[in-house]
């Protein structure tokens, strides 16, 4: 009997292990494979031309006194018809330089809307929607330089009908080669990769914050704690109009160097779109939203589950280890990889190169700011408002 047990058991133990591993490797690789051959063969066209539509920029700020300048600079600069486009900052109460330095700006036709209170990057850009006068919305972050015909190239796909939203494309710049940095435009590439597939097949699930554009009659107006560009492509969806990707449309900005920062990051944006998951959970249903539903399920929230997974492959591998062998090798080489993330940690803090440790250093970091992220989720932990990270 006591023999059986310990067959079941093993038996268990592998089933979970494999099921687990199978997620975690359609999560990163076969969801981009099957949405990559679903784009060769169901490619959905955009009518592209080049028009050029009244257009309001709108530039989320808080506290952002050492950039706000340069990004104002940068957007006069741009080349879009000037008498065609306005530039509004939306200050969330900021308590330094920031205003004064928009005022500066005043005379070349920068509005200034200040919050009477802190409500959060999406209340901000909510407020500044309101006094807008352009057809087509274009919203921005004040440490975000556009590259000159970043406008033109994303208002051109509104030429088509269907397109409710365009997002552009971030480049993540990092002049110290810091290992968080290379890990974060590493995951940045892959996700872009995903974007193109996503676009040519109907639509994303969401867009880059700092670049994206949406049609005035098509933006809503989302609550204060929604992660406004994650939300926003949902809306679209709902709307039955698509949100799309143009590549040409380029934004550039530094990378986190520190690992404190990237994982505050990512534990801020994972538990938004945790919260924007729940309230919208009625998109994950795949008999009435179809390829949208299966998009949302497998690029956001299987991802977000993949810590979870890893921990029961964890369990089950060193619970079956001593009778399983190939499940003893497997457990040896979970040991290695996350020994070889904390060396990579030890490694960063002491400011030395991590090499070829920064792949699962930076696997790791993601992964536990997930579960950070659903700890806060659990605790009912919101964040409404919103600190820039700077060096």
Request: charged letters at 25%; aromatic letters at 10%.
């Amino acid at each position: 009997m006591f023999a059986q047990s310990q067959t079941t058991e093993a038996l268990i133990a592998q089933v979970v292990f494999l099921a687990a591993m199978a997620m975690i490797a359609f999560s990163y690789v076969g969801y981009r494979a099957l949405l990559f051959a679903l784009s060769l063969t169901f490619r959905r066209p955009v009518r592209r031309d080049d028009i050029t539509p009244g257009v309001s920029v709108i530039i989320a700020a808080y506290n952002e006194e050492r950039d706000i300048g340069a990004k104002l600079k940068n957007t006069l600069w741009l080349d879009y018809p000037r008498d065609r486009m306005e530039i509004i900052v939306a200050s969330d109460c900021s308590t330094d330089q920031t205003d004064e330095i928009v005022r500066g700006f005043e005379a070349q036709g920068v509005i200034l809307r200040q919050q009477p209170e802190r409500f959060g990057k999406t209340g901000a850009q909510n407020r500044a929607v309101k006094i807008s006068s352009g057809e087509i919305l274009v919203f921005s972050d004040a440490t975000t330089m556009y590259k000159r015909d970043a406008i033109r190239m994303i208002v051109r796909n509104f030429a088509d009908p269907e397109v409710g939203c365009v997002a552009g494309q971030l480049i993540y710049a990092d002049a110290s080669s810091s290992a968080v940095g290379k890990g974060c435009r590493s995951y940045w590439g892959y996700e872009k990769f995903l974007k193109r597939c996503e676009s040519r097949v109907g639509s994303l699930v969401g867009v880059s914050g700092c670049l994206y554009a949406v049609r005035r009659i098509c933006h809503a107006r989302l609550a204060n704690d929604m992660i406004h560009d994650f939300v926003i492509a949902t809306e679209i969806h709902l709307q039955g109009l698509r949100t799309i990707y143009e590549p040409e449309a380029i934004a550039v900005e530094d990378a986190n160097r520190r690992a404190r920062d990237e994982f505050r990051m990512r534990v801020r944006v994972i538990r938004q779109t945790l919260s924007a998951l729940h309230r919208y959970r009625h998109t994950l249903n795949p008999f009435r939203h179809k390829m949208f539903a299966f998009q949302m399920i497998a690029h956001k929230a299987l991802r977000y589950a993949v810590p979870f997974l890893l921990i029961a492959a964890f369990i089950a591998s060193g619970w079956a280890s001593g009778s399983v062998i190939w499940l003893r090798y497997a457990f040896i080489g979970q040991l290695a990889l996350y020994g070889a993330a904390i060396a990579g940690l030890v490694r960063e803090r002491r400011k030395l190169k991590l090499g070829p440790l920064a792949i699962p250093y930076y696997f790791a970091l993601a992964n536990a700011a997930s579960l950070v992220a659903f700890w806060k989720a659990l605790r009912g932990d919101t964040y409404v408002t919103w600190e820039p990270i700077r060096e």
